[in-house]
Antibody
Framework: QVQLVQSGAEVKKPGASVKVSCKTS????????IHWVRQAPGQRLEWMGW????????KYSQKFQGRVTITRDTSASTLYMELSSLRSEDTAVYYC???????????WGQGTLVTVSS | QSALTQPASVSGPPGQSITISCTGT?????????VSWYQQHPGKAPKLMIH???NRPSGVSNRFSGSKSGNTASLTISGLQAEDEADYYC??????????FGTGTKVTVL
């Protein structure tokens, strides 16, 4: 069965970077895109960007452009999302999710809580 | 990219039907048949309920249906049940080759 398993919770200081991993299994890794979505406490879902797992092409939300980097390790079927210059407003649960078809997100990771605090 | 607009809350008694709207622009909802809907229970990851405006994934109850008219998409839940109480989010592909979510709607079963 399709599974996306994310790395554990992180606590970071303002100005630092965080790198969250998403290990996939149960499907052909290179056939799907992976997206990253975050949700601040009590807030809505927010799309951050996506990566084509086949060729590594990426597209980011303008809001995060310059601060976010999404990468992949095809040998490990694992994706990574790195967010830099962290501030308190970046405290959120970060999800990886598979792009099903061309327009939706069909499987989700369990989420990774990133807390930014001095 | 501004968030799609959803009502903050919708409620109804068990057995009733409710509809959640999702309003965007011609650059997202109105421009593509790429609207999807997600159900999220507290502390859980979102779950896909509808994709490509009106398609239900395998395993999702047929009490959930989707539609679209112009720049507004809608999710209807018929025969409301206690387990339907959750937050619901719409999402759309956009002309910038990005995605945008809605503001979210809390559904309460009275």
């Amino acid at each position: 069965q399709v599974q996306l398993v994310q790395s554990g919770a992180e606590v970071k200081k303002p100005g630092a970077s965080v790198k969250v991993s998403c290990k996939t299994s149960g499907y052909t890794f290179t056939r799907y895109t992976i997206h990253w979505v975050r949700q601040a406490p009590g807030q809505r879902l927010e799309w951050m960007g996506w990566i084509n797992a086949a060729n590594g092409d990426t597209k980011y939300s303008q809001k995060f452009q310059g601060r976010v980097t999404i990468t992949r390790d095809t040998s490990a079927s694992t994706l990574y999302m790195e967010l830099s210059s962290l501030r308190s407003e970046d405290t959120a649960v970060y999800y990886c999710t598979r792009g099903g078809g061309s327009s939706y997100f069909d499987y989700w990771g369990q989420g990774t809580l990133v807390t930014v605090s001095s | 990219q501004s968030a799609l607009t959803q009502p903050a809350s919708v409620s109804g008694p068990p057995g009733q039907s409710i509809t959640i709207s999702c309003t965007g622009t011609s650059s997202d909802v109105g421009g593509y048949n790429y609207v999807s809907w997600y159900q999220q229970h507290p502390g859980k990851a979102p779950k896909l309920m509808i994709h490509d405006v009106s398609n239900r994934p395998s395993g999702v109850s047929n009490r959930f249906s989707g539609s679209k008219s112009g720049n507004t998409a809608s999710l209807t839940i018929s025969g409301l049940q206690a387990e339907d109480e959750a937050d619901y989010y719409c999402s759309s592909y956009t002309s910038s080759i990005t995605y945008v979510f809605g503001t979210g709607t809390k559904v309460t079963v009275l």
